[in-house]
């Protein structure tokens, strides 16, 4: 039998909890938000019809908080959670974890997130399927790995060491071989920090590429379909704009 959603806790802040927030209102599905210290006046705390405080500024004890979201959620009566986007949104751990404490969750199996949610299983499974990627290194653990990648492949700067998880922090283009340790360092702080995962690739940097993305959206029911083509190439500290 089919669960009806009663209350929905979004995990997250600022527009991606807003923007859920009017969705959930046109459906008269009341909601759930959660703030940080910092962010007890912030506009989705006022605008949810029920507010957690969930912790301190740091997102590794706020909203990278996997234990507090749930408690959160269970404390204030919802009986769902969205994860808007960023933070804990492709954590197929916390959408397990979501479920296993019987609730709803809504967004992308677990599954399906452990596959995509991460960069470099992401890109075997592209690989997998033969679609081209661009030429690089997964799992860089030190800055020689680094060198002797982009001497054996002949790879020339500039290069960009990511973040395996999420998408725009934890991305640092490098030009030259003396850049490389801070910004190996740089790289792995920031991840750590945005997504609680030090996990690091580096990639072939790709000048005046363009960034194009096809969504896809599917439902319970077996239902897929895709929302064309979107432009996404206008961007600021690498996260699309547009």
């Not at 590429?209 to 083509?229: C, M, P, S």
Request: proline share 5%; hydrophobic share 40%; with cysteine.
């Amino acid at each position: 039998m089919e669960r009806k959603i009663g209350k929905v806790l979004i995990a997250n802040r600022g527009v991606p909890a807003v923007r859920v927030m009017h969705t959930c209102r046109d459906r008269k599905i009341p909601t759930t938000a959660v703030y940080s210290t910092p962010d007890r006046l912030a506009h989705h705390v006022f605008m949810a019809d029920t507010a957690v405080h969930i912790g301190e500024a740091p997102p590794i004890e706020s909203y990278l908080n996997m234990d507090k979201m749930i408690d959160a959620a269970l404390r204030s009566g919802s009986d769902a959670i969205h994860s808007g986007w960023g933070f804990l949104a492709e954590n197929a751990e916390f959408a397990k974890k979501v479920i296993d404490a019987g609730l709803i969750w809504i967004g992308p199996s677990p599954e399906v997130i452990k596959m995509m949610g991460d960069k470099i299983k992401a890109k075997a499974l592209a690989q997998k399927s033969n679609v081209p990627t661009i030429p690089g290194i997964s799992n860089v653990t030190n800055v020689e790995q680094i060198k002797k990648w982009m001497n054996d492949e002949d790879v020339s700067f500039p290069i960009m060491i990511k973040a395996a998880a999420g998408g725009g922090k934890g991305m640092v283009k490098v030009e030259s071989n003396e850049q490389i340790p801070q910004a190996f360092s740089q790289a792995r702080s920031e991840a750590k920090k945005s997504f609680g995962d030090e996990t690091i690739l580096v990639e072939k940097y790709v000048e005046r590429g363009r960034h194009i993305e096809v969504q896809i959206v599917a439902d319970n029911y077996g239902n897929v379909v895709h929302l064309f083509e979107r432009e996404c190439t206008l961007q600021r500290r690498n996260q699309k704009i547009i």
